[in-house]
């Protein structure tokens, strides 16, 4: 802490960023974008096939960790990438981990959605 007061201005202010920051990913990154395509089908699917509150509990947690982790990973490449522009191994390690990380979260994810939804779809056959 820098023992500044507490302040609910400024509390109310970082969330000003903190949506700035998610309006900024979804318009910058392409994979940002996937995620949003591939969330409203699972949101979509989720009220079709009338998903339980455990599900959708399940669900959300993926959608926000695919979202956050994509997040990690754009901040580590921005920063990464004003350090430098030069073939650098450390950089380069550090951005492979960062996207290592998103591929984990989506398997993970897509695996979770495959729980889901497939037996739901199957029953509708």
């Known amino acids: 802490m820098n023992g500044e ?19 900024r990913l979804i318009k ?5 974008r996937i995620h949003i395509v591939l ?5 979509t699917l989720g009220i079709l096939l009338k998903i339980s509150p455990i599900e959708w509990i399940a669900i959300t947690l993926c959608i926000g960790g695919v979202f956050s982790a994509e997040a990690v990973n754009s901040s580590i490449e ?6 430098t522009t030069k073939n650098d ?5 550090a951005k492979d981990y960062a996207s290592g990380a998103v591929l984990f ?17 199957i029953d509708l056959l």
């Open 5 to 23: 007061k507490f302040s609910w201005k400024k509390r109310a202010k970082s969330f000003v960023y903190a949506f700035a920051g998610i309006l």
């Open 28 to 32: 910058c990154e392409h994979n940002a």
């Open 105 to 121: 979260i989506a398997i993970a994810a897509l695996i979770v959605g495959c729980i889901i939804f497939i037996p739901k779809l």
């Open 78 to 83: 921005t920063l990464s990438d004003r350090v």
């Open 89 to 93: 191994e450390y950089i380069k390690q």
């Open 39 to 43: 969330t409203i089908c699972a949101i």
